[in-house]
């Protein structure tokens, strides 16, 4: 697949911009540490509720989902009636916007990691699994935001209601309910949420298998709403 004109001068852009939201975030957390930046932590049952992570959190996740929806809804507009007839098949044209939207969230996280490189605070294992988790839950998000696009043609602020709706609330309810919290979809893209007694391994296993499912489920029911939509 081949990147247009157009969409490496938006990847640029985009690029740059997720670079000043990453300093942003570590000036918030006032660390260069990949977990402080994203905001990572363990529900915690507790009457004093976490609202610098849950807000760091929040801020770094809804960045890259943004962006992926504005692509998106730009690809759906006038636009689309020149680059689907260049497309064989809607599957076809899906299918290489997705592919878009993949690259996208990789480059926020190697904005991440060039932002993070040679921090002392670094460890490598750690921060693996951080970043690892990290990347297909913001996926997972832009998917779901963009199915949610697909299906009710509503305008970004519609898209951030969604977005907050889905990931402050959980986010709240896993705080006083940690025992639940454990598997809420916003705690599963955090590397801090680790088992206690179970194999870390097996637990990075399993977030992956379900977050793979959620996603290859939310492009799959995004493309077939996509063509019924045409």
């Not at 962006?67 to 260049?86: D, H, L, P, S």
């Not at 916007?97 to 904005?111: A, G, K, P, W």
């Not at 832009?142 to 907050?164: D, G, T």
């Not at 705690?187 to 801090?192: E, T």
Request: charged share 15%; proline share 2%.
């Amino acid at each position: 697949m081949r990147l247009k004109k157009y969409e490496i001068r938006y990847l640029c852009i985009t690029t740059v911009i997720s670079f000043l939201w990453v300093v942003m975030l570590s000036y918030l957390s006032q660390s260069k540490d990949i977990n402080q930046i994203l905001g990572n932590f363990s529900p915690s049952k507790s009457l004093k509720l976490d609202v610098q992570h849950i807000m760091q959190w929040n801020l770094a996740v809804l960045f890259p989902t943004l962006i992926a929806n504005n692509y998106f809804i730009k690809e759906m507009g006038n636009i689309r009636y020149y680059t689907m007839v260049r497309s064989k098949r809607i599957k076809d044209w899906y299918s290489y916007r997705s592919f878009f939207i993949c690259i996208i969230c990789i480059f926020y996280i190697l904005t991440v990691i060039v932002y993070t490189f040679g921090s002392h605070n670094s460890h490598i294992a750690k921060d693996f699994e951080c970043l690892f988790s990290f990347c297909f839950h913001t996926l997972i998000m832009a998917f779901f935001s963009v199915l949610i696009y697909i299906h009710y043609k509503k305008e970004i602020k519609f898209i951030i209601l969604f977005y907050l709706f889905i990931e402050g609330i959980l986010l709240v309810l896993g705080h006083f309910v940690p025992q639940l919290g454990y598997w809420f979809l916003p705690y599963l893209g955090m590397s801090a949420n680790v088992v206690r007694g179970t194999f870390e391994c097996e637990y990075i296993l399993f977030k992956a298998v379900i977050i793979i499912t959620i996603l290859f489920t939310g492009a799959f029911a995004a493309r077939r709403s996509l063509i019924k939509a045409m």
